[in-house]
């Protein structure tokens, strides 16, 4: 069982920068692909960034490559998103997920322990 807490979402400006965090809880985080997404009202939750446990790769959806990062710290079981430059309409809740032994995915469905979630708001 992978417990997962999301940290940092907030309101900010556009332009603005965010830095969200995903604490894990359990032995299964360093050999766990982890992701993020978000979901906006009435719409669907989406893909926003992954990264792998074997060789640290990270994939984006391409409307945020060159101003999100993620990273991992395995030794803190955490789990980090920088966001820079945000945008209005990446206005969501942000969720982290893990996939235990699993690749990272762009698809939901794919991952096993999801968070609660951490707002996101961006004013214009």
């Known amino acids: 069982q992978v417990q997962l807490v999301e940290s940092g979402g907030g309101l900010v400006q556009a332009g603005g920068s965010l830095r969200l965090s995903c604490a894990a809880s359990?032995?299964?985080?360093?050999?766990?692909?982890m992701g993020w997404f978000r979901q906006a009202p009435g719409k669907e939750r989406e893909f926003v960034a992954a990264?792998?446990?074997?060789?640290?790769?990270?994939y984006y959806t391409d409307s945020v490559k060159g101003r999100f990062t993620i990273s991992r710290v395995n030794t803190r079981n955490t789990l980090y998103l920088q966001m820079n430059s945000l945008k209005p309409e990446e206005t969501a809740v942000y969720y982290c997920a893990a996939r235990p032994l699993g690749a990272a995915s762009t698809n939901r469905r794919e991952y096993d322990y999801w968070g609660q979630g951490t707002q996101v708001t961006v004013s214009s």
């Open positions: 359990g032995r299964t985080f360093s050999t766990s692909a």
């Open positions: 990264v792998n446990w074997r060789d640290l790769s990270t």
